[in-house]
């Protein structure tokens, strides 16, 4: 009985896999676009960001806007004519990472 325990443990050991991989240590936030879904006069502007449970820095993402314009700051500036558009923001280091705002432009 003392020979078999030793025995038993190095086994337990060995069928376990104690490495992690670099993306299953780091902890991500639960991430959102702010505002979410904002309503907007024509021709104006909005500063976007990516939040978590604090503001993440602007340069991280990608701003794109399908008829806006956004800088790279996260500024948007409404379209002339009301309707509804979209700002996206996609992380520059995680491109899986995609994050969306639905506006109401206003007249």
């Given amino acids: 009985?003392?020979?078999?325990?030793?025995?038993?443990l190095i086994g337990l050991f060995a069928c376990t896999d104690h490495r992690r991989s670099p993306e299953s240590a780091q902890v991500y936030d639960a991430l959102?676009?702010?505002?979410?879904?904002?309503?907007?006069?024509?021709?104006?502007?909005?500063?976007?960001?990516?939040i978590?449970?604090?503001p993440l820095p602007v340069g991280d993402y990608n701003w794109t806007s399908d008829?806006?314009?956004?800088?790279?700051?996260?500024?948007y500036t409404a379209p002339p004519s009301p309707g509804s558009d979209r700002v996206i923001a996609t992380s520059k280091t995680r491109s899986s990472d995609v994050y969306v705002a639905v506006i109401t432009v206003a007249p």
Avoid: D, E, N, R
């Fill in 67 to 75: 008829h806006g314009s956004i800088t790279p700051q996260g500024v």
């Fill in 1 to 8: 009985m003392k020979i078999l325990i030793p025995f038993i």
């Fill in 32 to 50: 959102q676009i702010s505002p979410l879904q904002p309503t907007i006069k024509t021709a104006t502007t909005q500063q976007f960001q990516v």
């Fill in 52 to 54: 978590g449970f604090a």
